[in-house]
């Protein structure tokens, strides 16, 4: 069965940087589109980024767009979130997704939490 | 950006009873190739959410035939024929059509 495990999630200070991983297993990772996807403390869910099969297109969120970086190692099945100039808002449950071949997520990862905070 | 908006956003349900959650988007989901990108998820208390509907009511695999979407355009409507104990949870809509994907508040479904 498709399992996505992210890591990486942590408290962090406004203006402060982490780095989100997912790794991926039971399934072609190379073949598929891959998402992040924040849920807020309030539940709301806020799609954050996505890219293609081979890394060489990404498209984000406006919120987030110039401080986050999506990339993927598909040689090692993993996708990744690079965060910078954290800020508050930026705090939730990050998960990653695998595209379900008609432009949705189908498989969701457990999450991981990141908490922007002083 | 496209605004999916749900209704209700509490739901008290009685186990054998149907139920019923509306999805409005803003704009039309009716992609060329004449499929709607509308697609329903649930969240189960702890989990993450997992797919249940695609393309309005293409159900995914092993959801129970109990659930059933249909709608077109920019109304749709998720349905439980007979709701059950497992089925309590936060119902989402998404857009898959424009960019950024868009999600629905939330649809909490609780057993009475």
């Known amino acids: 069965e498709v399992q996505l495990v992210e890591s990486g999630g942590d408290l962090v200070q406004p203006g402060g940087s982490l780095r989100l991983s997912c790794a991926a297993s039971?399934?072609?990772?190379?073949?598929?589109?891959m998402y992040w996807i924040r849920q807020d403390p309030g539940k709301g869910l806020v799609w954050v980024s996505r890219?293609?099969?081979?890394?060489?297109?990404?498209i984000y969120a406006d919120s987030v767009k110039g401080r986050f970086t999506i990339s993927r190692d598909n040689a090692k099945n993993t996708l990744f979130l690079q965060m910078t100039s954290l800020r508050v808002e930026d705090t939730g449950v990050y998960y990653c997704?695998?595209?379900?071949?008609?432009?949705?997520?189908?498989?969701w990862g457990q999450g991981t939490l990141v908490t922007v905070s002083s | 950006d496209v605004v999916m908006t749900q209704s209700p956003l509490s739901l008290p349900v009685t186990p054998g009873e149907p139920a019923s959650i509306s999805c409005r988007s803003s704009?039309?989901?009716?992609?060329?190739?004449?499929?709607?990108?509308l697609f329903w998820y649930l969240q189960k208390p702890g989990q993450s959410p997992q797919l249940l509907m695609y393309?309005?009511?293409n159900r995914a695999s092993g959801v129970p035939d109990r659930f059933s979407g249909s709608g077109s355009g920019t109304d749709f409507t998720l349905k439980i024929s007979r709701v059950e104990a497992e089925d309590v949870g936060i119902y989402y809509c998404?857009?898959?059509?424009?960019?950024?994907?868009?999600f629905g508040q939330g649809t909490k479904v609780e057993v009475k």
């Open positions: 998404m857009q898959g059509l424009h960019i950024p994907l868009t």
């Open positions: 039971a399934f072609n990772f190379n073949n598929y589109h």
């Open positions: 393309w309005i009511s």
């Open positions: 997704a695998k595209d379900g071949g008609r432009s949705n997520p189908d498989y």
């Open positions: 704009q039309s989901l009716l992609h060329d190739n004449g499929y709607h990108y």
């Open positions: 890219i293609n099969q081979d890394g060489s297109a990404t």
